[in-house]
């Protein structure tokens, strides 16, 4: 699920569509762009909640964990 939510603050940030990284967009004051499904989780961000580094990172680290399950790693 790929949302925009539109934001009015400095601090904005990206999960890449595998979720396995956190990327920091820099000066964007109008969106944010989330991709998230972890656990039954189908966004991170809302005008009330801005995503930070560390709930990107924790997300993305879920995601390399859950995979690593499935797959048995």
Known sequence: ???????FKL???TLDPSG???TKKGFAPTVIEVTAVVEGVLALASPGNVIT?????AVARTRVLRRKRILGE
């Open 1 to 7: 699920m790929r949302e925009t939510v539109p934001l």
């Open 11 to 13: 601090v904005t940030h």
């Open 20 to 22: 396995l990284t956190a």
């Open 53 to 57: 580094p560390r709930v990107a990172n």
